[in-house]
């Protein structure tokens, strides 16, 4: 596995906004498509967002649609999460991921992403 290391993570007031960070370390990423998990407290992983490797096609769940922006640099190998109007219930470790099963491909990576950052923690409360 190649580590990822999230940063960015915090404490956010409703509405308010946060912005993730992801960065290879090690061997490039710049080829998979990437994107973010999150676990909530007593709750499964579930999708957040994903980007191609080409950083052109982005897909998000329905719950973050509109709010969530994410994107790419692969000069950088790194890719960041813009979350915006947060919500209490998005609470979670957020977790940046990898499709190791994907090589320069821009379709939905959702079903194959695989967390291999620790995970940064985010929490939204007043």
């Known amino acids: 596995q190649v580590p990822l290391v999230e940063s960015g993570g915090g404490l956010a007031q409703p509405g308010g906004s946060l912005r993730l960070a992801c960065a290879a370390s090690g061997r490039t990423t710049s080829a998979h498509a990437m994107g973010w998990l999150r676990q909530a407290p007593g709750k499964d992983r579930e999708f957040v967002a994903a980007?191609?490797?080409?950083?052109?096609?982005?897909y998000y769940a329905d719950s973050v649609k509109g709010r969530f922006a994410i994107s790419r640099d692969n000069s950088k190998d790194a890719i960041e999460l813009q979350m915006n109007n947060q919500k209490p219930e998005e609470t979670a470790v957020y977790y940046c991921?990898?499709?190791?099963?994907?090589?320069?491909?821009?379709?939905?990576?959702?079903?194959?992403?695989?967390?291999w950052g620790q995970g940064t923690r985010v929490t939204v409360s007043s």
């Open positions: 991921a990898v499709d190791p099963t994907s090589y320069y491909s821009d379709y939905d990576p959702r079903s194959y992403l695989e967390p």
């Open positions: 980007v191609g490797w080409s950083g052109k096609s982005t």
